[in-house]
Structures are given as structure tokens and as C-alpha cells.
């Protein structure tokens, strides 16, 4: 619940810098790319339709609708990509908010950048199935939302490391730094929904494997970022 609480409201204070018009606050640094409003109200969607689906008294009144909202992210990202690679402009960002210095083509205001898409499909998935479970695979969606953490974290490293090719693609503004800041707290927010379980269970668990598990992840991502 924390984690899809924070990302409300990190989008929450997106949307109401475009709204406002506040272009100081559109990015976290000026000048790169904003979060753009159909990449907030994905990520309010998926916020809470997770926070629906890990709260013990709504979880099981929710169901349908947190698998309609789920439904709905997958759609929005699947047309997005869809777009890209057929070279469509349907312009589904101006049907959500109109503003004066709208830009019509696939400028920084309207379009989701195909990774960001890719990582909003993978993460609709894990929402759908974050209660199932198999023999073979353990929980699927907790190996979906790690694949969209990771590649949220490569982004947060082209940013860290200012290298064009990794957060970005050379057709598009590529994805905002508040994008995958929030989509790795929305990926952490649905591994940890069944920490006991699946992808997870061998690193909370209290053996030998999980004692080591909780002690080289973090350094399996930070030291080689920070030696970068």
C-alpha cells in the first residue's frame, strides 16, 4: 500500500503541473523529459489498483474492477506500441487533456515512449495475475514486474550516466526520470504484495540462501552502477 500511495501521488503532482501549466515542475530537471498525462493516469490506474488488491477489506469487493483497470493499462500501452510501430498518430494523449502549447506530432506533451509502453504492459500483466500462481513459473507477476523494474532501473542509470542509448530511442523523447522512478516503486510494490511466495520466497526466507539473497541483490545492482 505504501508504494502504490507514492506513486499517486508523484503522478498525481504531474498531472496537476500540466493542468496548471507549471513547466518548471513538468520535469524533475529542467529541460529533460516530462512525464507526459497519459503516462500519469496509467501509472494512477495501476497505483491503485494495486493498493485495492493489498488492502485485506477491499480486495476481495474489488476484483473486478481492479481486473478492469488492469485491462485498461494493458490496452493503453499495447496501442502505444502499436503506434510506434506502425506510425500511427491517433492522438490518444489530446482525448485525455488539451493544453494551448499542445504539440500535435510526437513531441515531449502527448506521446508515452515505447519503453515506457513496454514496461506499462508488462506491469498491466503482473496486476492481473498478482494472486496466481503455478507449480512451474511460482508467480508470474512478480517475474513480470521484475523485467519492468529492470528496465526502468537501465533507464535511471542513462540518466545517471547520461548515455543516450539506454534511456531513450533515437524516434522518441524517451522515458522521464519520474517514469521510471515511479515504475520501479510499482514493480518493488507488486513483489512485495506476496513476499512469502514465488520469485520473492528466496529472499525473505530465513535459510542460508535467503541470508546471502538479502545481501548480494543490493550489491549486485549498486556496486556496479556506482563503478560505472
Known amino acids: 500500500m505504501t508504494a502504490s500511495g507514492t506513486v499517486i501521488t508523484i503522478v498525481c503532482l504531474a498531472l496537476i ?13 529542467p529541460g529533460w523529459t516530462p512525464m507526459v498525462p497519459v503516462t500519469a493516469l496509467c501509472f494512477m490506474l495501476a497505483g491503485f489498483c494495486l493498493w485495492c488488491q493489498t488492502n485485506p477489506k477491499l480486495a476481495g469487493e474489488t476484483v473486478a474492477l481492479t481486473r478492469g483497470l488492469a485491462i485498461l493499462i494493458g490496452v493503453i500501452a499495447l496501442f502505444t506500441l502499436t503506434e510506434f510501430l506502425l506510425g500511427w ?44 500462481e503455478t507449480q512451474r513459473y511460482g508467480r508470474p507477476a512478480q517475474n513480470l514486474a521484475f523485467i519492468a523494474g529492470m528496465l526502468s532501473w537501465l533507464t535511471l542509470l542513462g540518466y545517471i550516466y547520461r548515455v543516450t542509448p539506454v ?57 556496479p552502477s556506482v563503478l560505472g
Open 17 to 29: 503541473c500540466w493542468v496548471v501549466q507549471i513547466s518548471s515542475l513538468k520535469t524533475v530537471i
Open 167 to 223: 534511456d531513450r530511442l533515437d524516434f522518441d523523447p524517451g522515458m522521464a526520470l519520474d517514469t521510471a522512478i515511479a515504475m520501479i516503486i510499482l514493480s518493488v510494490g507488486i513483489l512485495a504484495t506476496h513476499p512469502e511466495r514465488g520469485l520473492m520466497r528466496v529472499i525473505t526466507s530465513d535459510s542460508a540462501g535467503g541470508f546471502l539473497a538479502r545481501r548480494l541483490l543490493p550489491a549486485a545492482l549498486i556496486v
Open 89 to 132: 498518430d491517433v492522438g490518444l494523449e489530446r482525448w485525455l487533456l488539451t493544453t494551448s502549447g499542445a504539440s500535435g506530432g510526437r513531441g515531449l506533451f502527448g506521446h508515452m515512449s515505447p519503453n515506457t509502453a513496454l514496461a506499462f504492459l508488462l506491469e498491466s500483466c503482473a496486476l492481473l495475475l498478482l494472486n496466481y
